[in-house]
């Protein structure tokens, strides 16, 4: 059975900074392209971003680029997002994903992409 744990979340003012991770337990990590969602209340599911199992090819969502860090360490089975200068655009709920491809191919955000979702953490960015 797989189960996927995101940390990290929480509340912080605009410009601050946080540092999501997620582990996953009850499959092979590497053999995976993992990234995150998101979902703002009122809103569609959002990708994020999304790593290939290597960590070689990323990609971001054009809202968080420049901003946004996604990496991996296979040897940890650990998925990190490291989140800066952060705005009230940014608040949503926060979810690890399980791509079922090994690299983040060109529709890589489409929620149909994704063979396993954490539960999420939540992420609250103060004006």
């Known amino acids: 059975q797989v189960h996927v744990f995101e940390s990290g979340g929480g509340l912080v003012q605009a410009g601050g900074s946080l540092r999501l991770s997620c582990t996953v337990v009850?499959?092979?990590?590497?053999?995976?392209?993992m990234g995150w969602f998101r979902q703002a209340p009122g809103k569609e599911r959002e990708g994020v971003s999304c790593?290939?199992?290597?960590?070689?090819?990323?990609e971001h969502a054009d809202s968080v680029k420049g901003r946004f860090t996604i990496s991996r360490d296979n040897a940890k089975n650990t998925l990190y997002l490291q989140m800066t200068r952060l705005t009230p655009e940014d608040t949503a709920m926060y979810s690890c994903?399980?791509?079922?491809?090994?690299?983040?191919?060109?529709?890589?955000?489409?929620?149909?992409?994704?063979?396993?979702w954490g539960q999420g953490t939540q992420v609250t960015v103060s004006s």
């Open positions: 009850g499959l092979r990590f590497r053999d995976y392209a």
């Open positions: 994903a399980v791509w079922k491809e090994t690299v983040c191919l060109g529709t890589w955000y489409q929620s149909s992409k994704i063979l396993y």
């Open positions: 790593s290939s199992w290597s960590g070689n090819t990323i």
